[in-house]
């Protein structure tokens, strides 16, 4: 896709130089890269770390590296030995050419190769430099190595926050804390670029998978500090308030009821289950505090009616409730066959060699454009000559003047 046909694009015609491995700085890259950025992905040798993917899910006759290309479409692959002089003169030359450097390398290693921040951002007082770190800038381990599974999962609190104590820990589904991380440099990088705009300087802006792990558990962890006490982790068949619990359809479908709002939510709940007396003025279940006294018997009742039909019968029922709230609990299969899913916009065609490659779209819609990858995520690679021709063009076309004028 060319860059007239993402003129839309809200980055159109920003360039990113992307120093990327695994996911957490790729995902940022790869939103700006659906935002209309031009990000070029700068590679050693053996290629970004996470196009071992495929491999490592066992997938090596399985078309593609799912994860990989999530993350990287839309770019174009430089492949640069850093561990060269002419290869980190080649990256200079680039960045030269660039409005963000965006990189979740280690600290120690950026400085090594002479791509720090204190470098770069002297050199290029208009770049905006956007660090993804494990830990953050500062403390003991501000340079240790950091996967999200460490830095975002479980140092930060996080899953300690899902189990009951002494309970087995839930494993993290691949790269969540890395896609929210992303999301999170996407937006800075967005923000420095607004601030640059204003006063023609570049910003230093970074995050990090332990403060985006302790901001997901923010409602947690900022009233340990307001309150000095936890919050507690319920368990659904003593819930206090029933209108916020899952439950099990008779076809052994899940769902959950989200009535927040006890007083509001309780009457529909108890007309939708065939017990309108359950809400009446007396009733012992009437007041949020009869509820909560008898929370098991509530719940146990509730059990026992939800079982007698199936998850799409009670979704009939529900809707005759405007203040049912109320959602599926979906399986990944569940979900590629929900409607709703496809009509918010969730999945994007990529372009490729053969047509196109239905995805999932990066989470974010703007009026009057609809944020289409350019094409796949590139080879090892791919569009090394192309650029590194761009940038010998470019020199050229830079030293022509002084050479006229001499």
Wanted: glycine fraction near 10%; charged fraction near 20%.
């Amino acid at each position: 896709m060319s860059d007239d046909e993402v003129t839309g694009a809200p980055l159109a015609g920003y360039r990113i130089v992307e120093l990327g491995v695994w996911v957490a700085g790729p995902a940022g890259g790869g939103i700006l890269a659906d935002w209309g950025a031009d990000v070029i992905k700068i590679e050693p040798p053996e290629g970004d770390p996470g196009r071992m993917f495929q491999a490592i899910m066992g997938g090596e006759d399985m078309p593609g590296n799912p994860p990989f290309e999530l993350d990287n479409r839309g770019k174009r692959s430089v492949m640069l030995d850093l561990s060269t002089e002419a290869g980190r003169e080649r990256a200079l030359e680039l960045i030269a050419t660039a409005d963000v450097f965006l990189t979740n390398i280690r600290t120690s290693a950026l400085a090594r190769l002479g791509l720090d921040r204190e470098t770069l951002c002297a050199r290029f007082p208009q770049l905006v430099y956007a660090l993804v770190t494990g830990y953050g800038l500062k403390g003991p381990d501000a340079d240790a190595p950091a996967y999200d599974i460490a830095a975002y999962w479980a140092r930060s609190g996080l899953v300690s926050l899902l189990a009951p104590p002494g309970a087995p820990l839930p494993f993290q589904r691949g790269g969540m804390g890395d896609h929210t991380v992303g999301m999170a440099a996407a937006a800075m990088v967005s923000a420095a670029l607004a601030s640059r705009a204003k006063t023609g300087h570049g910003r230093f802006v970074a995050t990090s998978l332990f403060r985006q792990g302790t901001y997901t558990v923010g409602f947690d962890i900022n009233t340990s500090l307001m309150w000095g006490r936890p919050i507690s982790l319920g368990r659904r068949e003593t819930m206090g308030n029933p209108t916020i619990n899952n439950y099990t359809a008779g076809d052994g479908r899940r769902f959950w009821v989200v009535g927040l709002e006890a007083s509001r939510h309780w009457g529909p709940m108890a007309r939708a289950v065939g017990h309108p007396e359950w809400a009446e003025p007396g009733h012992p279940y009437a007041t949020p505090a009869g509820r909560f006294t008898n929370a098991e018997e509530v719940i146990a009742a509730l059990d026992a009616i939800f079982a007698t039909r199936s998850l799409a019968e009670w979704a009939e029922v529900f809707a005759t409730e405007e203040d049912f709230f109320w959602a599926p609990v979906n399986t990944v299969d569940d979900l590629l066959a929900d409607e709703q899913f496809h009509a918010s916009g969730a999945i994007v065609v990529v372009p490729d060699e053969e047509g196109g490659i239905p995805m999932l779209a990066t989470p974010v819609d703007w009026d009057g454009h609809t944020p289409i990858p350019r094409f796949r995520a590139p080879k090892l690679g791919e569009h090394t000559e192309e650029v590194l021709a761009e940038l010998d063009q470019r020199a050229k076309a830079a030293s022509a003047p002084q050479a006229a004028s001499s």
